[in-house]
């Protein structure tokens, strides 16, 4: 659709290009096309933040730095409260690192398939994006050239659980790229709760000032209303971000929501475990309709089907459930993202996939 003439011939050329952002559909039944979490959250921690929310005067700005989550999150990654920054959604940490690591002249390393902030923010704030395709049937990075390319890069990014694949990397290969790259290396593990085995690059960080883990509580944590999210990093980097960011962008209420679901982390990761077995569930009844479904170690799967766009269009007109389409996106032909919902939103969808295909 893209945005007017009019408004084109008034944009930046780096704006012009871009699509409103409208995904529609939202009213639908069951929604499992954001990769949020649509399990009951547990009843103590429910209690928790409704009293932490109730307990949160108005009439104040936010603490700027939101240093009270900031403390939690330090003591649960057992890091300083210096090696932490936090945002409004791990979106807007994304926007800040491309802007000041970024930027005109600069160049920003991608991955695709993958997270299309990058690529869209990245070229946003004037940077080249260079895309290092990943391997087309395992989504593995082409390594050899995203090394190569590294060596040039001032911003390489890279997601791990990869949205929209599933798949990890291992853990040397992060290490290489963080030696590699002179610039800043994004490791964004949005969805790496739900890859247990996986390892978080945070425990690089000693060795790796250039490294910034991303996190958020949009997935795991069931937050994503909230809009909070956090990077890990050294305390030079960090200082960075509190330099570039807007002062009072995590409001009062999600702080405080927030530092109750960190500080009652062991009983939202309790229900994590539920969401990775129902994965392998959802995964095994899509393959059992016949379809092509790649293991994902995220909250979602990607799986084709033989027309992604009139599937999804049924699912939504006739079935009210929404998933995303990602046959847009290069090497995704024929892709819909499923998100893992709740055993009956997942029989849902499996029931309209089969009176569909
Ligand atoms: N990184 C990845 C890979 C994601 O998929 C998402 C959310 N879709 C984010 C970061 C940002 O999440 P949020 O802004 O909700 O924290």
Partial sequence: ???????????????????????????????????????????????????????TPLNRYPDPMANGLRDALAAWHGVDRSQVVVGNGGDELIFDLLLAFGGAGRTV???????SVYDIYGRLVGSTVVAVPRDPETFEPAWDEVLAAARTA????????????????????????CEACPGVVLVDEAYGEFAPSMGSAAALLDR???????????????????RVGYILASPELVDVFAAVRQPYTVNVLSQAAATAVVEGRDLALAAVADVVAERTRLT????ALGLRVWDSEANFVLVRVPDAHAVRQRLARDFSILVRDLSFAPGLRDCLRVTVGTPEEDDAVLDALRRIL
């Fill in 109 to 115: 390393l991608d991955m695709p398939p993958t997270f």
């Fill in 208 to 226: 790796h000032p250039n490294l910034c883990v991303l996190h958020t509580l949009s997935k795991a944590f069931a937050m994503a209303g909230a």
């Fill in 284 to 287: 095994g009844g899509l393959r």
């Fill in 1 to 55: 659709m893209g945005l007017s003439e009019r408004a084109r011939a008034l944009v930046r050329p780096e704006v012009a290009d871009l699509e409103p952002y409208d995904p529609g559909f939202v009213e639908c039944r069951v929604n499992l096309s954001a990769n949020e979490s649509t399990w009951p959250r547990p009843p103590a921690l429910e209690r928790a933040v409704r009293e932490a929310l109730a307990a």
């Fill in 154 to 177: 001032d911003v390489a990014v890279l997601t791990t659980p990869n949205n929209p694949t599933g798949n990890t990397v291992a853990p040397d290969r992060v290490e290489a790229l």
